[in-house]
């Protein structure tokens, strides 16, 4: 029998926990014969969860813990005060290796300050980012970082860029990633202090794909997979993308509902517009990894229900088999040619 990968849910973590949480780890669980879930939080509470389905018993384990982080916190206080909460339990199982990965929708902050402080950065790391995938017209790409470094430097960006290349080549299986940095113009000279002084780096990087700058409505398009900027940047993209993404979706229902030709044009194009919008739901792609830790730490978003969670443990499969950890170290610590 194949070894399992072994993921800490943080069960209390997120806007629906336990419910979805707990929904999430069942589902991946019923989902992949590879998939051991740890559940971690509220014991009572878990169980009253669980017994709503039916799952291998011997590929859930429930861990009981007396705390949660709330989201407004301040995330090292909580981390160093709670240390019996069920997201800096999931960081320990995962920093003492009885977890190969952890997942929360909890508070974005702690799972940050966690993943550094608890689990640690691999060697020659400067700053661990947040790297989701979001979709585009061609299928995917990543912004990275989306989250975690607001006050990055130009030589934490060209880290960023080769995290992101390695993370898309050995997990996507993109074999020469197209990388380009966020920019309010193409050409070189334009941007802030940051792009200019990041630009010529990953210009001259050798074990990248650097096509340039690119702008943020050249995103949606797919134009390049790997896309670089600092956290205040990216996550405001992101958060444009979901809102523009949902603004749509309620719009075109309006429309197909306001009368009856609409309602009937509706049903005829239904297939189609369920196909168009599986491929643009982010949920598909799980959370978002924190990339360059010691052990996987994979951040949802808060308001995930129980397929996002699923998702977000279902990818830790890939991240264990291709050994990223490795690989990103190895990386770094490597001169460019």
Known sequence: MEELVTVALDAMGGD??????????????NASK????LMVGDEEKIRKELAKYTYDPKRI????TTEVIDNNEP????????KDSSLVRCQRLVKQGEADAMVSAGSTGAVLAGGQLIVGRIKGVHRPPLAPLI??????????????????????????AKIGTLYMRHIMGIENPKV????????EEKGNQLVKEAYPLLRECSSINFIGSIEARNIPAGEADVIVCEAFVGNVILKLY????????HKLKASLNASFRGKVGGLLVKPAVKTMM????????????????????????????????????????????????????????????
């Open 135 to 160: 979709p585009t017209e061609k299928g995917f790409s990543m912004l990275i970082d989306c989250g975690a470094n607001v006050d990055a430097r130009a030589a934490h960006l060209l880290q960023f």
């Open 75 to 82: 995330p090292v206080q909580a981390i160093r005060n709670k």
């Open 180 to 187: 380009a940095i966020v920019n309010i113009g193409t050409e």
């Open 242 to 249: 979901e809102g523009v993404a949902m603004t749509l979706v």
């Open 278 to 337: 599986k491929e643009f739901d982010a949920t598909e792609y799980g959370g978002a990894p924190l990339l360059g830790l010691k052990g996987l730490v994979v951040k949802s978003h808060g308001s995930s229900n129980a397929y996002e969670i699923q998702n977000s443990i279902l990818q830790c499969i890939s991240f264990k088999k291709q050994n990223i950890n490795v690989r990103i170290e190895e990386a770094l610590n490597q001169s460019d040619q």
């Open 61 to 64: 384990e429930v861990v009981g």
């Open 16 to 29: 629906y926990a336990p419910v979805e949480t707990v929904k999430g780890g069942v589902d991946a669980v």
């Open 34 to 37: 590879e998939i051991k879930v």
